[in-house]
């Protein structure tokens, strides 16, 4: 894969391009996850977009790898109208890129789907925990926090 078919380009300023997966519950929790690689940290599932994938098939794909759940766990799916972009912040970044750009998805978790990450093919987390909003937006980096509130905004007035 070459350098440009991996980022989007923004202002001739690399961003990588991928899906963002907004999950909740019908009692309008939210299930973040624990990146394997920074413990204690945790987020919505996300993934980088393959060359020539949609960004359907990029929310479907990483699911499956990241935390092994697909389209039959889900009642309902819709789309954030337009794409979000978030610069990393951190200082020590070492990264071939600036910071992301994805297309998000709300999914709506069906009730009693059991979750168990030992089943992901890529696994890239190794908890999960059902939270408040507040919870969420309270304990998000920095970075990703502009984000995430346009989600709710949008979640709250939209899809709620």
């Given amino acids: 894969m070459n350098k ?9 300023t690399y961003f990588r391009a991928g899906a963002g997966m907004f999950i909740y519950t019908s009692d309008n929790e939210f299930l973040l996850f624990e990146r394997k690689l920074n413990p ?4 919505f599932p996300q993934g980088g977009r393959d060359t ?33 972009s978030y610069e990393y912040l951190a200082k020590d970044n070492v990264l071939d890129w600036l910071g ?6 709300y999914l709506k978790l069906k009730d009693n789907t059991k979750i168990d990450l030992s089943l992901a ?9 059902l939270v408040s909003e507040e919870e969420v937006l309270s304990g998000i980096y920095k970075d990703k926090r502009l984000v995430y ?12």
């Fill in 40 to 43: 204690g940290s945790f987020q």
């Fill in 100 to 105: 992301q750009t994805h297309q998000w998805f």
């Fill in 121 to 129: 093919t890529e696994p890239e987390f190794t908890s999960y925990k």
């Fill in 149 to 160: 509130t346009q989600l709710f905004e949008h979640f709250n007035k939209e899809i709620k």
């Fill in 52 to 84: 020539g994938e949609t960004f359907e098939e990029t929310l479907w794909r990483e699911l499956e790898e990241e935390v092994a759940l697909g389209k039959d766990d889900f009642e309902t799916v819709s789309t954030f109208p337009h794409l979000l």
């Fill in 4 to 12: 440009l078919s991996r980022f989007w380009n923004r202002n001739d």
